[in-house]
């Protein structure tokens, strides 16, 4: 059930997408929750959870908040270019804590990888891609990753992220992912 809502949304985003004026990739009937979130209603009436756009500390704050008011069961990630570490290591501790699956449609780099590798299962849409580097305060930004990113399993891949500069980044296709276990699935 979940891989055709993404699916689905995946489609609208890609074939309907809203001007660059709010989201990116949500559709103009999207409803902004603020921070970058949207709440975005398929045909079937199923609605699903979006995040596109940078996370910041109203991201975190507005995702928490959702969690405690509503019945969510994952985050789809249309496009982000990363944001606040600490913001999405907020969000990705209580995306591991509710069990809750998170999906990539186009891109997701830096810190929004951080949310990513949260989920329960991980989707990844065919084309999409993952984008790793290190923070842009590198000491400081790899004494609060290291510990975040080897809870979940991924230890190796952070140390390699952070062998590439900020201003660099470390692209991975949905295969990497996948070989990386970043991912569980990708979706065609």
Request: proline share 4%; with cysteine.
């Given at each position: 059930m979940v891989r055709k809502l993404l699916a689905a949304l995946a489609f609208a985003a890609l074939t309907a997408c809203a001007p660059p004026m709010n989201g990116l990739l949500v559709s103009p009937e999207a409803r902004d929750l603020g921070g970058g979130l949207y709440i975005e209603r398929l045909a079937d009436g199923q609605q699903l959870l979006v995040l596109d756009g940078e996370i910041t500390g109203e991201t975190s704050f507005r995702f928490q908040a959702l969690l405690e008011q509503a019945d969510v069961t994952g985050l789809v990630i249309a496009q982000s270019p990363g944001g606040t570490l600490l913001a999405a290591h907020q969000i990705g501790r209580a995306i591991e804590k509710a069990n809750l699956n998170t999906a990539v449609l186009v891109s997701c780099r830096s810190a929004c990888v951080d949310i990513f590798i949260a989920g329960e299962t991980r989707s990844i849409a065919e084309g999409a891609e993952l984008g790793l580097h290190a923070s842009n305060n590198p000491e400081f930004g790899y004494s609060i990753d290291k510990p975040y990113w080897t809870s979940f399993g991924f230890g190796a891949v952070?140390?390699?992220?952070?062998?590439?500069?900020?201003?660099?980044?470390?692209?991975?296709?949905?295969?990497?992912?996948?070989?990386?276990?970043?991912?569980?699935?990708?979706?065609?």
């Amino acid at each position: 059930m979940v891989r055709k809502l993404l699916a689905a949304l995946a489609f609208a985003a890609l074939t309907a997408c809203a001007p660059p004026m709010n989201g990116l990739l949500v559709s103009p009937e999207a409803r902004d929750l603020g921070g970058g979130l949207y709440i975005e209603r398929l045909a079937d009436g199923q609605q699903l959870l979006v995040l596109d756009g940078e996370i910041t500390g109203e991201t975190s704050f507005r995702f928490q908040a959702l969690l405690e008011q509503a019945d969510v069961t994952g985050l789809v990630i249309a496009q982000s270019p990363g944001g606040t570490l600490l913001a999405a290591h907020q969000i990705g501790r209580a995306i591991e804590k509710a069990n809750l699956n998170t999906a990539v449609l186009v891109s997701c780099r830096s810190a929004c990888v951080d949310i990513f590798i949260a989920g329960e299962t991980r989707s990844i849409a065919e084309g999409a891609e993952l984008g790793l580097h290190a923070s842009n305060n590198p000491e400081f930004g790899y004494s609060i990753d290291k510990p975040y990113w080897t809870s979940f399993g991924f230890g190796a891949v952070n140390e390699r992220a952070y062998r590439v500069a900020f201003d660099e980044i470390w692209l991975l296709t949905p295969e990497e992912a996948l070989e990386l276990n970043l991912a569980t699935e990708i979706l065609r």
